[in-house]
């Protein structure tokens, strides 16, 4: 493991074992009415992006919480600071019904966001926008405001699940980077979710099992109730339907019974 990713795991690993210490009601503070884990998150450091100053070659990889795979900067923060930067913003977008599956998983498996006893009592949660990281379909409308900017490039987890090789070409291409064939082909199969998992005590440390759980496409017909669906479906056409991510992320294909 190289010595950034290290550090990264080792703040992980310690905020982990103070957060076992801390009552459920303690792990989360509000910052601009956005929860957020008090044990790897603080107020000072968004405070600092109010005044952060990109370099004009910094890539930034924006992404809700497991919409994505690895760990990026917290997506409602950095658009608070969006008109500041002119560097290149990948945004990786989710299915919000897979995204809420993978994340109440994730929120069992991680000691620094609140667990939950039941499926039922995560989804009111994460429908009624007492999550970290806040509500996911005000991220993908305040996104969408954005989304037609020459340096952001949208890409869902879907199409690179459909097609990794074409994804890939799409994302070097959006960041000038040229590939031979044989780095391309590279880079698809080190990228590849199995590829990862099975990499991932390495790279993610006693986390990996969390992070890098199942990886796939619509786990959400595992819990989600026809209520649940209805209520989500609702939600999805009043904050994105009909918007450019909206129709990106085929809520069609991937979201209906």
């Known amino acids: 493991m190289d010595k950034p990713r290290k550090k990264i795991t080792d703040f992980v690993e310690k905020a982990e074992v103070v957060a076992r210490t801390m009552r459920r009601d303690e792990l989360l503070f509000s910052y601009n ?7 790897v998150c603080s107020p000072e450091t968004f405070r600092a992006l109010e005044s952060f100053e ?8 924006a992404g809700y919480p497991k919409s994505e795979l690895s760990y990026s900067l917290p997506s409602h923060a ?3 600071f969006f ?3 002119r560097t290149d913003i990948l945004l990786l977008i989710r299915n919000p019904k897979d995204v809420a599956t993978s994340y109440y998983h994730f929120s069992n498996g991680m000691a620094i966001v609140p667990s939950y006893e039941t499926w039922d ?3 009111t949660d994460f429908m009624s926008k007492r999550v970290a990281w806040g509500c996911y379909f005000e991220y993908l409308s305040q996104w969408n405001k954005y989304a037609d900017e020459e340096n952001v490039m949208t890409i869902t987890y879907e199409e690179l699940k459909e097609n990794r090789l074409l994804g890939v070409k799409k994302i070097a291409a959006f960041l000038g980077i040229s590939l031979t064939e044989e780095e391309l082909q590279l880079v698809v199969e080190r990228s590849s979710f199995q590829a990862m998992k099975k990499n991932s005590q390495k790279t ?16 959400w017909k595992n819990l989600f109730s026809e209520d649940q669906n ?4 609702k939600a999805f056409e009043e904050y ?17 019974a």
């Open 33 to 39: 009415g956005i929860l957020y884990p008090v044990t």
């Open 54 to 61: 990109a370099r004009s070659d910094d890539i930034i990889l």
């Open 78 to 80: 950095m658009l608070h």
């Open 83 to 85: 008109r500041l930067i």
């Open 121 to 123: 009592d995560f989804f």
């Open 204 to 219: 993610h440390g006693a986390f990996g099992d969390i992070l890098f759980r199942k990886g796939g496409v619509s786990d």
């Open 230 to 233: 209805e209520k989500m479906d």
């Open 240 to 256: 994105v339907g009909g918007t450019k991510l909206g129709k990106k992320l085929k809520y069609e294909v991937y979201c209906k």
